[in-house]
T-cell receptor, first 114, second 115 residues
Framework: GDSVTQMEGPVTLSEEAFLTINCTYT??????LFWYVQYPGEGLQLLLK?????DKGSNKGFEATYRKETTSFHLEKGSVQVSDSAVYFCALSEIKAAGNKLTFGGGTRVLVKP | EPEVTQTPSHQVTQMGQEVILRCVPISNHLYFYWYRQILGQKVEFLVS????????KSEIFDDQFSVERPDGSNFTLKIRSTKLEDSAMYFCASRVSGGRQETQYFGPGTRLLVL
């Protein structure tokens, strides 16, 4: 079945540091890929997405590129802020006749210190 | 901006009791989902619902679980006889269509504690 593997946290950074969170996937078909973010005490918010190979999703300074050859969708941000402290989830969705469910990775907690 | 809402935000129940978790999806959305997240673990798919029927369910979604869209706006998850291991955060999500470009939008979650 489909699965998503992402680096375990917590990741602790200083403000303005570079952030990378690795994400790799296995899928039987050709999935769409997503990064969701969960701020403390809140639900899941879509951060960015990519629906085909070599697409780059971007939002709020975060970027991720859909790499079909390495089955990866790594999240990057060049200069993090304290407000980026959250749990980040990589996810995939395969387009099927039924459901289009999301399959999530385990989440990576990021803590940015001032 | 339209958003998915869920009630209650927290629920505490005794083992063996029935609970109903409520969700109001975004109004023009057609696909509805329930996920759960046990504390410290990954978010897991429970069930998807389209055109007034279940389109897919996971092995977690056994006979103790059911979903319903009782009217044009609400989408509910019922757990008939709760177990300790049902304690989790339950998220509702919706999407407008089944296309590749479409995003699932999540509600803020209901934290369920079974004692």
């Amino acid at each position: 079945g489909d699965s998503v593997t992402q680096m375990e946290g917590p990741v602790t950074l200083s403000e303005e540091a570079f952030l990378t969170i690795n994400c790799t996937y296995t899928a039987t078909g050709y999935p769409s890929l997503f990064w969701y973010v969960q701020y403390p005490g809140e639900g899941l918010q879509l951060l960015l997405k990519a629906t085909k190979a070599d697409d780059k999703g971007s939002n709020k300074g975060f970027e991720a590129t859909y790499r079909k050859e390495t089955t990866s969708f790594h999240l990057e941000k060049g200069s993090v802020q304290v407000s980026d402290s959250a749990v980040y989830f990589c996810a995939l969705s395969e387009i099927k006749a039924a459901g289009n469910k999301l399959t999530f990775g385990g989440g990576t907690r990021v803590l940015v210190k001032p | 901006e339209p958003e998915v809402t869920q009630t209650p935000s927290h629920q505490v129940t005794q083992m063996g009791q029935e609970v109903i978790l409520r969700c109001v999806p975004i109004s023009n959305h057609l696909y509805f989902y329930w996920y759960r997240q046990i504390l410290g673990q990954k978010v897991e798919f429970l069930v998807s619902f389209y055109n007034n029927e279940i389109s897919e369910k996971s092995e977690i979604f056994d006979d103790q679980f059911s979903v319903e869209r009782p009217d044009g706006s609400n989408f509910t998850l019922k757990i008939r006889s709760t177990k300790l291991e049902d304690s989790a955060m339950y998220f509702c999500a919706s999407r407008v269509s089944g296309g590749r470009q479409e995003t699932q939008y999540f509600g803020p979650g209901t934290r369920l504690l079974v004692l």
